[in-house]
């Protein structure tokens, strides 16, 4: 993995052309962040995490639905609604182990977002889930709530631009803001937007970067602290 994934410093010069913009109050977007080989080496990486040991699979849900979005975890296997060490609705292996270099990825992108190097140097995700879209692929309406830390959430988007709705902490409805996340961007929610609901309604087909190492779809990496004993 590239050396520039676990450095230690958090200067905040990982801003896009468009600088950043604060959503909702705890909620930042950071067009760009991410850099062309930084995706490459992502989508690598992820490509590896998706053949095992625990596979990339569309997660069933306790009512018999199925996700249209397919899922990958690194350090906690996340299942609705819960987080284990092993993947009992899966295959009953251990998952992959959270790397080093994304705990020091997500500092950097928590830096980056709130210009805050103490608050970054004590990020410490825990666990990534990673979602792959499909150009049908959409996510409901939802909130991060399975973990027992308010830590914020990292997301890092590579691929295809997506339609990112980012809601209240109260209920599903309106009101919510409509962001269009590209290929590279960063995007934090936490303080007092950390619990609100969130989805993506479209993908936009066709506007990745295939250079990426990723033809067609959207990659979406959400770091998280489980707040769960080791």
């Known amino acids: 993995m590239n050396p520039r994934f676990e450095e230690t410093q958090f200067p905040i010069f990982e801003q896009g052309p468009a600088g950043r913009t604060e959503i909702a109050p705890g909620a930042v977007h950071v067009p760009g962040w991410l850099g062309p080989e930084e995706r490459r080496e992502l989508v690598a990486a992820c490509r590896g995490w998706a053949t095992g040991p625990v596979p990339i699979r569309r997660t069933r849900l306790p009512r018999g639905g199925v996700m249209s979005v397919r899922t990958v975890c690194v350090?906690?296997?996340?299942?609705?609604?819960?987080?284990?060490?092993?993947?009992?609705?899966?295959?009953?292996?251990?998952?992959?182990?959270?790397?080093?270099?994304?705990?020091?990825?997500?500092?950097?992108?928590?830096?980056?977002?709130?210009?805050?190097?103490?608050?970054?140097?004590?990020?410490?995700?825990?666990?990534?889930?990673?979602?792959?879209?499909?150009?049908?692929?959409?996510?409901?309406?939802?909130?991060?709530?399975?973990?027992?830390s308010a830590a914020p959430v990292v997301s890092l988007s590579i691929g295809d631009t997506c339609v990112f709705r980012f809601g209240n902490t109260e209920n599903r409805n309106r009101p919510w803001t409509d962001v269009e996340l590209a290929s590279g961007d960063l995007f934090v929610f936490g303080g007092p937007s950390r619990f609100a609901y969130h989805g993506v309604p479209r993908v936009r087909p066709g506007t990745g970067d295939p250079a990426t190492g990723l033809a067609t779809g959207r990659l979406n990496i959400t770091m998280r602290v489980t707040g769960l004993p080791g």
Request: zero cysteines.
């Open 75 to 148: 350090g906690w296997h996340w299942q609705p609604y819960r987080y284990t060490r092993v993947a009992e609705d899966v295959n009953g292996a251990a998952v992959a182990a959270f790397p080093d270099w994304m705990v020091a990825l997500g500092r950097r992108a928590l830096a980056a977002a709130y210009g805050d190097e103490a608050a970054a140097a004590d990020y410490t995700p825990d666990t990534a889930l990673i979602n792959f879209y499909d150009g049908e692929a959409t996510l409901g309406m939802h909130q991060d709530k399975d973990e027992r």
